[in-house]
């Protein structure tokens, strides 16, 4: 359940660029649009929309299918990547195969900032999948209504969604104040 902070996001984004362009963009797609690491290993060229700046996701986790949007900095950095003759996905593992597995330079970024110092209970710890938190975390602080989220995010049930709504009670708080 630990998301990151945009000051602790933008360091770390920072962190791995130093090391890996491609985990950086892995990284910032899946703070910036909410993608699963799967997700992304599975992105083709052909899901793609730069023209509409939107992402096709197939054969998600729940098994629908369903679009993801691009923010400012996922389209130019998106846009910056060429389509190499053959390459099908995105982003290659060797031999051009798809990638299983998130590289270790993202956790050595979280070790080099200290995020997880501290942190022995693992559901706090930093992992790639926080940034999906963040995401999700960073729209219901910006008062983005938890079904808008549910459907950004891809859940088959608002119940999954809920657990950010901790993240919406000043807004709750301001709506009764509005009674004074």
């Given amino acids: 359940m630990r998301f990151l902070s945009e000051e602790e996001l933008n360091d770390l984004l920072a962190e791995i660029k130093k090391h890996s362009y491609s985990v950086y963009l ?6 910036d649009c909410g993608l699963r690491a799967g997700e992304i290993f599975k992105l083709t060229w052909a ?13 998600t986790k ?10 400012n900095r996922v389209f130019e950095e998106l846009s910056k990547l060429k389509q190499c ?5 995105v982003f290659q593992g060797r031999n051009g195969n798809k990638i ?16 997880n110092n501290g942190i022995t209970d693992r559901r706090q710890k930093v992992v790639f999948h926080s940034l ?3 995401f999700a975390s960073r729209l219901v602080q910006k008062r983005v209504s938890l079904y808008e ?5 891809g859940h088959s049930d608002i119940a999954m969604t809920q ?9 709750l708080r301001e709506a009764v104040s509005k009674l004074n």
């Fill in 26 to 31: 892995m990284a910032l797609i899946s703070a």
């Fill in 47 to 59: 899901d793609v929309s730069l023209e509409k700046q939107m992402l096709f996701l197939r054969d």
């Fill in 62 to 71: 729940n098994g629908r299918n369903r679009y993801a949007y691009m923010t």
């Fill in 85 to 89: 003759e053959g390459n099908e996905f």
């Fill in 100 to 115: 299983e597995h998130v590289s270790r330079t993202f956790e050595r970024a979280v070790r080099a900032l200290g995020l």
């Fill in 132 to 134: 999906r938190h963040t």
């Fill in 149 to 153: 989220v549910k459907e950004l995010l």
């Fill in 163 to 171: 657990r950010y709504s901790h993240l919406a009670d000043e807004t």
